[in-house]
T-cell receptor
Framework: NAGVTQTPKFRILKIGQSMTLQCAQDMNHNYMYWYRQDPGMGLKLIYYSVGAGITDKGEVPNGYNVSRSTTEDFPLRLELAAPSQTSVYFC??????????FGPGTRLTVL | GEDVEQSLFLSVREGDSSVINCTYTDSSSTYLYWYKQEPGAGLQLLTYIFSNMDMKQDQRLTVLLNKKDKHLSLRIADTQTGDSAIYFCAVLNTGFQKLVFGTGTRLLVSP
């Protein structure tokens, strides 16, 4: 198993640009999550999904959108990038709510 | 909401024991976790403890849970330079699949 994969690893965006952060898992996990980690801080939950077709907001959803059309994929969309969205983004998945395995992260800079 | 706090920094010498502490506010939290993050990498699940346990040992790692004081600790025996990393405490929010993270403790192990 590849586990949780994220692409790209790094990205620089200009203010107002859009992009999609990709996340995929090959473990047939129902639960998937997006977090952001700001420098010197813990992780904040952006969105999560308990299965294909179901998504819900976390603590900091503003400025982001997600979809979950398949069990494997959980892309995160930034529509109008802002400097405040400069962060490292982590995707995670789990078979049940008590476990979360993390991907390697995407480092995003918005200038 | 749930709040999870950790001290920011711990420095030890190689071969000593390290103790990383965490306090949380939600007394009904069910699972409590320790994650390790090495520079530029994602989060690696080290160990977790269920709230009906007081202690869990896994090789060099010992987790202690004091539910009365809402205090969680991670002890690393015979600390090695490879243990240098940021350690995050995380608590599973009751009735919800959200993990709440502390800000992380940076462990520096000197030879």
């Amino acid at each position: 198993n590849a586990g949780v994969t994220q692409t790209p690893k790094f990205r620089i965006l200009k203010i107002g640009q859009s992009m999609t952060l990709q996340c995929a898992q090959d473990m047939n996990h129902n639960y998937m999550y997006w977090y952001r980690q700001d420098p010197g801080m813990g992780l904040k939950l952006i969105y999560y999904s308990v299965g294909a077709g179901i998504t819900d907001k976390g603590e900091v959803p503003n400025g982001y959108n997600v979809s979950r059309s398949t069990t494997e994929d959980f892309p995160l969309r930034l529509e109008l990038a802002a400097p405040s969205q400069t962060s490292v983004y982590f995707c995670a998945s789990g078979r049940e709510r008590s476990e979360q395995f993390f991907g390697p992260g995407t480092r995003l800079t918005v200038l | 909401g749930e709040d999870v706090e950790q001290s920011l920094f711990l420095s030890v010498r190689e071969g000593d024991s390290s103790v990383i502490n965490c306090t949380y506010t939600d007394s009904s939290s069910t699972y409590l976790y320790w994650y390790k993050q090495e520079p530029g990498a994602g989060l690696q699940l080290l160990t977790y403890i269920f709230s009906n346990m007081d202690m869990k040992q896994d090789q060099r790692l010992t987790v202690l849970l004091n539910k009365k004081d809402k205090h969680l600790s991670l002890r690393i025996a015979d600390t090695q330079t490879g243990d240098s990393a940021i350690y995050f405490c995380a608590v599973l929010n009751t009735g919800f699949q959200k993990l709440v993270f502390g800000t992380g403790t940076r462990l520096l192990v000197s030879p």
